[in-house]
């Protein structure tokens, strides 16, 4: 059973930074992609970040190209979100999502495994 558990949400004030953290059991974590998805009241659940099983690669939705980056610790079956100079339209709740294959993925129905979600606000 793939289990995903985020932590690292909170309120934070504009320019501010927040640390998001994803650990992963239940498969090779090493052999899948891993994926940030995030979801604004009344507004569909939309891809932010993306790596591969090796984290070599990554791929940034250009919402926040330059201001967050994802990276993985496959010793520690962990991805993580570092979100810099937040801005209050980062508000939303951030999932962590497990791929279908190595590569990264922008689409959502590639991510079969999502975590419960983590609160992120940001006030202006």
């Known amino acids: 059973q793939v289990q995903l558990i985020e932590s690292g949400g909170g309120s934070v004030q504009a320019g501010d930074s927040l640390r998001l953290s994803c650990v992963a059991s239940?498969?090779?974590?090493?052999?899948?992609?891993m994926g940030w998805f995030r979801q604004a009241p009344g507004k569909e659940r939309e891809f932010v970040a993306a790596?591969?099983?090796?984290?070599?690669?990554?791929y940034y939705d250009d919402s926040v190209k330059g201001r967050f980056t994802i990276s993985r610790d496959n010793y520690k079956n962990t991805v993580v979100l570092q979100m810099n100079s937040l801005k209050p339209e980062d508000t939303a709740i951030y999932y962590c999502?497990?791929?279908?294959?190595?590569?990264?993925?922008?689409?959502?129905?590639?991510?079969?495994?999502w975590g419960q979600g983590t609160q992120v606000t940001v006030s202006s």
């Open positions: 790596i591969t099983g090796s984290g070599l690669s990554t």
């Open positions: 239940g498969r090779p974590f090493s052999k899948f992609g």
């Open positions: 999502a497990g791929g279908s294959s190595f590569a990264w993925s922008t689409v959502r129905d590639n991510y079969p495994y």
